[in-house]
């Protein structure tokens, strides 16, 4: 059993062997060998166990899960990783609800145009495909998910091939995609369907580059969409099934589900990168420079100075240093300063 402090009351995520749980801490043993939990449901069937027992044998993995929608952020050097954020109850209550409701489509019916103009409307969705392991050289795509912030909608792209909709949805750069392992997809995507891939976001190239900045010698190798979800989103091995096989068809359920978690977690893992590791430093500059201001202490002269001197004065308190170089932020020295030779600082 993890070596972490469980109180009464607490969402945990238990991993066993076969099985990934969810369930409140009722009672822990005072040496550690079992726990009790209430309100037991299964993640990946969502059957509710209610009260249960298990023993230290049993289990594999035990997490915490955060009762607010507040990250809480932790390193985890033995991973290689930076850091990881794991997802809030509510957060997690929301990807699992989008898990069990996702959208099948296998003809263009009603419900088709109906997913269609919905997605259409949207500006960012995560993008991913089954069974392009080899890229052009697959034997047959099996199915397209397509999801938004709560829904996911399955294509089986097996029996309606692409249609011009989608291609629309995976090509024009009026859309923001986020996607694992990019050059499979769009590979898959020229070669197979002459549809050229518009501008992505891949979390599997932003963990590279965020491990490379860290100074961690990564090896630009394959990264698993499972691997950056536990690692990055603290989700169990099991929370997974490698063993689903697409091309079967009638889709059983199970696949269905299956394909529908390689999609959910797309966008998490997108505004973890983004926002709370790559602009990580520029947030702060901009708290810093925020603040610069109402840290000044604010005398009876300051205020005759504003009410006499007004813009003059407040002008006269100097903002914090940045540091920032416009350089990095790809913006022209010339057209800042008139002066090439001059490095350009906020």
């Not at 993890?2 to 099985?19: A, C, R, S, V």
């Not at 697959?138 to 011009?164: C, G, R």
């Not at 291609?167 to 020229?190: P, T």
């Amino acid at each position: 059993m993890n070596k972490i402090n469980l109180e009464l009351g607490q969402t945990i995520l238990l991993e066993l062997e076969d099985e990934c749980l969810l369930g409140q801490v009722a009672h822990v043993a005072s040496d550690r060998s079992f726990i009790r939990l209430a309100d037991v449901r299964d993640m990946i069937t969502k059957k509710n166990y209610g009260l249960q027992t298990y023993y230290n044998s049993e289990i594999r993995n035990i997490q915490v899960a955060s009762t607010d929608d507040t990250p809480k952020l932790q390193s985890n050097p033995t991973d290689g990783v930076i850091k990881s954020k794991q997802l809030s109850l509510n957060s997690l209550t929301s990807a699992l609800e989008q898990i069990n409701n996702y959208v099948f489509i296998h003809q263009t019916d009603a419900k088709y145009h109906d997913s269609i103009g919905f997605l259409k409307k949207q500006q960012l969705f995560g993008v991913a495909m089954e069974c392009i392991e080899n890229g052009r050289h697959s034997h047959e795509s099996s199915l397209l998910s397509i999801a938004t912030v709560d829904s996911v909608y399955i294509f089986d792209i097996k029996w309606m091939k692409i249609t011009d909709d989608m291609r629309d949805l995976l090509r024009n750069d009026r859309y923001r995609r986020v996607l694992h392992n990019g050059r499979l997809v769009g590979d898959v995507l020229q070669h197979k369907y002459g549809v050229t891939l518009g501008k992505c976001f891949d979390v599997m190239v932003a963990h590279i580059a965020i491990s490379k900045t860290a100074g961690r010698t990564v090896e630009n190798e394959l990264v698993s969409l499972q691997t950056c979800v536990r690692s990055y989103l603290n989700l169990p091995d099991k929370f997974f099934d490698d063993n689903i096989n697409f091309n079967f068809r009638p889709l059983s359920e199970a696949s269905k589900k299956e394909a529908a978690k390689h999609a959910v977690f797309l966008l998490p893992l997108q505004d973890f990168f983004v926002h709370e590791i790559m602009l990580e430093p520029f947030y702060n500059s901009c708290t810093s420079y925020a603040r610069s201001l109402s840290r000044n202490a604010d005398f009876i002269s300051s205020l005759t100075d504003l009410r006499y001197k007004g813009p003059e004065a407040i002008e006269a308190i100097q903002p914090a240093e940045l540091g920032i170089e416009v350089e990095s932020l790809n913006l022209s020295e010339r057209e800042l300063t008139g002066d090439p030779d001059k490095p350009v600082v906020l």
